[in-house]
């Protein structure tokens, strides 16, 4: 007899936020759709990245993952479980077991705690532990994102900028959480730092068992860092696919364009890795066609008029009318 397989770790199921549109006098003037219809799953251990152009969603998505904003529509589960859509509801317990990571993790340090009064302040919240517990708990989380015992009575601005990150990483890491959104992890570092800031996500994604989420502009940095893809575009996924099936074999156009803007070795210098030439519509209750039509090479009349799914042959999924299997 087979044994039942287990649930993914994390299922989203036509997940949507959406914000309103004051116009004038404040009055709701429309809806923009941050976040529209967005399904996918992630088995324990697994490292999903999310890339697209600023403003295609994926700071909104890691943040309905992580509680900061209520879905509108939608589910999400954890180990099959679905949480609570609004996130008073959300049990303290999921909270710590699921955590969005800012873009610049430093700056969520309190600058009037040193960072032992902030490493231990998650855990004041969440446990009831002894301070002797806390204290053991803080000191091997320090030790784990390479911070010194010293490092653990300065205040923020005592730090430099790579001891920030991996102060703002411990202050994660001490609930234990099983699966992290990393949003932009590595912008604004310089290029040594972040290449340390990413060996030591791989370190702790090892030590900890971690799956995570990782949103980046820079494709080398997801393409380095995650077992699969998502491209997002208006946001919606327009590609989905094990790493090396999406940059090796692009099957939507939007995402062919992100791979050929990328740098190569001795061809022409590109200084903005997702430029490419046109502006997308604005996410704005747009709901004719396809997201992509005004840019996209090879578009139909048909993709003025017919929204494409999801469609998903051997694990790659692309939402593209002209894709044929
Ligand atoms: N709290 C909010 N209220 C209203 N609109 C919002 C809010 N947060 C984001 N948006 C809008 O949602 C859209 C998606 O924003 P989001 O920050 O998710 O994009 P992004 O893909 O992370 O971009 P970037 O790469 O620049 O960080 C944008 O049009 C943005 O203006
Ligand atoms: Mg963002």
């Known amino acids: 007899m087979s044994e039942p397989s287990s649930p993914p770790l994390l299922e989203l199921e036509r997940l949507s936020c959406h914000f309103p549109i004051r116009g004038l006098l404040g009055r709701r003037a429309g809806t923009l759709r941050a976040v529209d219809d967005v399904s996918l799953s992630l088995r324990e251990g697994e490292a999903l990245g999310i890339v697209g152009e600023s ?10 993952l992580g509680g900061i904003h209520d879905p509108t529509d939608g589910v999400i589960r954890l180990a099959g479980e679905p949480i609570a859509t609004q996130r008073s509801r959300r049990p303290l317990s999921v909270r710590a077991r699921l955590q969005y990571v800012y873009q610049d993790s430093g700056a969520s340090l309190d600058q009037r705690w040193t960072l032992r009064r902030s490493l231990h302040e998650p855990l004041v919240i969440h446990t009831d532990w002894s301070r002797e517990h806390r204290e053991a708990k803080v000191r091997e989380i320090a030790g784990a994102v390479g911070l010194a015992e010293e490092h653990l009575d300065l205040y923020p601005h005592e730090l430099s900028g790579g001891q920030q990150r991996r102060a703002g990483l411990a202050r994660i890491l001490v609930l234990g ?11 604004g570092l310089d290029f040594s730092v972040q290449a340390t800031v990413l060996a030591l996500i791989r ?8 799956t995570y989420l990782m949103i980046s502009h820079d494709l080398n940095v997801v393409g380095s860092m ?3 893809l998502a491209v997002m575009y208006l946001g919606r996924i327009v590609e989905i696919g094990p790493t090396r099936e999406v940059l090796g074999r692009p099957r939507h156009p939007y995402t062919r364009s992100l791979v050929d803007s990328l740098p ?18 604005f996410p704005a209750d747009m709901h004719q066609g396809c997201g992509y039509r005004t840019r996209c090479p090879i578009g ?3 993709c003025t008029r017919i929204d494409p799914r999801l469609v998903i042959k051997e694990a790659h999924g692309v939402a593209c009318l002209e894709w044929r299997p």
């Open 226 to 228: 995650c077992d699969r």
């Open 177 to 187: 959480p099983q699966i992290v959104v990393f949003d932009e992890p590595t912008s």
């Open 264 to 281: 190569r070795i001795g061809g022409p210098r590109v200084t903005d890795r997702l430029g490419m030439p046109g502006e997308p519509v």
């Open 300 to 302: 139909t009349l048909a």
């Open 203 to 210: 370190g702790i994604r090892r030590m900890f068992n971690l």
């Open 55 to 64: 403003g295609s969603g994926k700071s909104t998505l890691g943040k309905t």
